[in-house]
């Protein structure tokens, strides 16, 4: 599974930079903060600490605990996904990291299901799919629990199980 996971990675790292015209690794490294993960972002969106990536782009992975529709015009779609991931701190507890993904456009449409289907196309993500998302880092909101949690607004969505 390991495997698979850097293979997404791979993947989507060449999606953004064929997308951005990177030509070489120097351009690459301009573009995609590698070092952002949902643990940091989560970190320094908890410390109060301003969540940036210097306009880069981050590439991150984690589950959809939730996906919620944000427009009820057929025309559009904006929906929140909530992306965790967890981290055991010895043998007695785990950590919680999570952001929001704003995902919005037609080009979503079809692969984020708001409901579970039946007949799913292959790249669907529904709650608890594991992600792979490329986006940017738009700032920090207060979750419904007091919480700062981080914002990223996706490019690309692959589900990486």
Not at 89 to 94: A, E, I, R
Not at 101 to 113: D, N, T
Not at 136 to 149: E, Q, T, Y
């Amino acid at each position: 599974m390991e495997f698979s996971v850097r293979l997404a990675v791979v993947g989507a790292l060449l999606m953004v930079a064929v997308s951005a015209g990177a030509q070489t690794l120097k351009d690459f490294t301009k573009i995609v903060d590698f070092g952002a993960t949902l643990e940091s972002l989560s970190k320094e969106a908890t410390a109060n600490q301003p969540v940036t990536t210097g306009g880069k782009l981050v590439v991150l992975n984690g589950v959809a605990e939730s996906i919620q529709n944000l427009s009820n015009d057929p025309k559009q779609f904006y929906a929140l996904i909530e992306l965790v991931d967890g981290k055991w701190q010895g043998l007695q507890s785990v950590s919680l990291y999570r952001c929001y993904v704003l995902v919005q456009g037609q080009q979503f449409a079809s692969q984020v299901l708001l409901r579970p289907q039946s007949n799913a196309p292959a790249n669907a993500i529904g709650t608890n799919t594991q992600l792979l998302v490329v986006g940017d880092v738009k700032g920090v909101v207060a979750a419904p629990d007091g919480s700062n949690v981080p914002v990223v607004e996706a490019y690309f969505l692959r589900p990486i199980n």
